[in-house]
């Protein structure tokens, strides 16, 4: 799904989450090599998100998964947008916002 690129802070959602029901949380950390876009490293298919467990409130860790932007690779990972719905285990991540720099947005098709 083309859009902008989204960075650390960003809300996600996961479906199912880890006990069922949709997980929220945010990508909490972008793995090197990173390209930047308005001084903030842009997330790719190896950022790691914190969840928390929408049942029992524990927090979790979950890496975004092999797929995004067809157009934008950073060291062999896919570039991650707002709207992109990625296989991210317990299920799918759905990137929500908001976006790293408004002023950049990647075209390519996932």
């Known amino acids: 799904m083309p859009g902008p690129p989204v960075t650390i ?3 996600v959602i996961v479906t199912p ?3 069922g029901p949709p997980d929220t949380g945010v990508i909490l950390v972008v793995l090197p090599p990173a390209i930047t876009a308005g001084g903030m490293p842009l ?3 190896t950022s790691i ?3 928390i467990n929408s049942v029992w409130g524990f927090p979790y860790p979950t890496v975004i998964g092999p797929l995004g932007s067809s157009g934008v690779i950073v060291g062999a990972n896919p570039l ?3 709207g992109d719905e990625i296989p991210s285990p317990p299920g799918i ?3 929500l916002g908001p976006p790293a ?3 950049v947005t990647d075209n390519s098709p996932p």
């Open 9 to 11: 802070g960003c809300s």
């Open 17 to 19: 989450g880890a006990s």
């Open 43 to 45: 997330a790719t298919s």
């Open 49 to 51: 998100c914190l969840m």
């Open 80 to 82: 991650t947008r707002i």
């Open 93 to 95: 991540l759905t990137i």
């Open 101 to 103: 720099a408004p002023f």
